[in-house]
């Protein structure tokens, strides 16, 4: 099952996902992106990042062999599909943690994923931590709070919002909508099928 | 919310409900059955079932007040949709536990409710329930898994199909299920449409 994990910038998708990936109990494989952006000091390409070149990655976009990507100050970051879909064909659950933008991209690809929209509280909030960070400007949090109430729009894209009030609580509901779905008719009528037949 | 519990006869449906209503945690309006069938021995009216007369409970269906009904041995049960309508009302989740030609029409009625299919492990552990019984003779019980070959079948008309392995495991698939539900998109998004409003 393809599990897709998004929401507005500054609402906290990747110290989720961090906190995820940390609880061994969780069976399933994070989708390392890809990137044309330099590493970062202790950045290891194949665990942070597959880092390529941007001739190396506008090849890969050519050959179809991304799933989303997207061009954030003249860097390009996406999912390779290669990864994804030898873990899918393995039985295990992927998790992805992206844009919003490269969340429609998966979705138009793969339908049968399950989307989970990562919301603030509220608006406020999201503005609280932007601040927080203090590595911006007032000009860029107001830009940035007035494109994630745009993004909170795309909302309706996705089939979960789960609330990132509190890190632990977000894993929950995430791992209870994983387990959830499942369960779901759709994904186990085969085998339900066969035990009558 | 409301909360459709179904599945064969014999896999269990009742035994679910009452450890689900048993757990003070979970916050739901169990949906009283109406029926014609005489009181049993310690069976109240209102809490068991509500008790009428045929001529009663056909007024109620000439009157549309029955969200699903049927008739098995000469006698009706159904739902009376004033209970479930109030509860709803007052923002709590209904359960009801009901055949699966009752689930069908409550389906038609209430698309945005929660279909869960009950189902046995395997259709041999269904047998051996049945037997385990020992109120069938082998005639009724080779037709009751018939029967429930068919019903499985109907599994495709559910949400979700929840394996009645254990009793606890299975109020837990539930519980997580009720919880996931109430993060769909769907279920959430005017509340998040306010929040950038």
Do not use: W
């Given at each position: ?41 202790g950045e290891q390409d194949g665990v942070d990042y597959y880092f390529r070149t941007k001739e ?20 390009y970051y996406g999912t390779p599909l290669k990864y994804v879909n030898k873990t899918l064909d ?26 989970i929209f990562l919301t603030p509280p509220d608006l406020m909030e999201l503005k609280h931590r ?68």
């Amino acid at each position: 099952m393809l599990i897709v994990l998004s929401g507005p910038s500054g609402v906290g998708k990747g110290t989720v996902r961090q906190a995820m990936l940390a609880d061994d109990f969780r069976d399933f494989q994070y989708s390392v992106s890809m990137t044309t952006r330099k590493p970062r000091p202790g950045e290891q390409d194949g665990v942070d990042y597959y880092f390529r070149t941007k001739e190396q990655f506008e090849a890969e976009i050519a050959a179809g062999q991304m799933l989303e990507y997207a061009k954030y100050v003249d860097n390009y970051y996406g999912t390779p599909l290669k990864y994804v879909n030898k873990t899918l064909d393995s039985g295990r659950d992927v998790l992805l943690e992206i844009e919003v933008n490269g969340a429609m991209q998966v979705r138009e690809k793969c339908p049968d994923g399950v989307f989970i929209f990562l919301t603030p509280p509220d608006l406020m909030e999201l503005k609280h931590r932007l601040i927080g960070r203090g590595t911006d400007s007032e000009d860029v949090i107001n830009k940035r709070v007035k494109q994630a109430a745009q993004e909170i729009k795309m909302m309706e894209n996705y089939d979960y919002a789960v609330v990132n009030d509190e890190v632990p609580k977000a894993c929950k509901r995430i791992e209870r909508i994983i387990e959830s779905e499942h369960l779901r008719v759709p994904r186990v009528i085969d085998k339900y099928r066969n035990m009558v037949n």
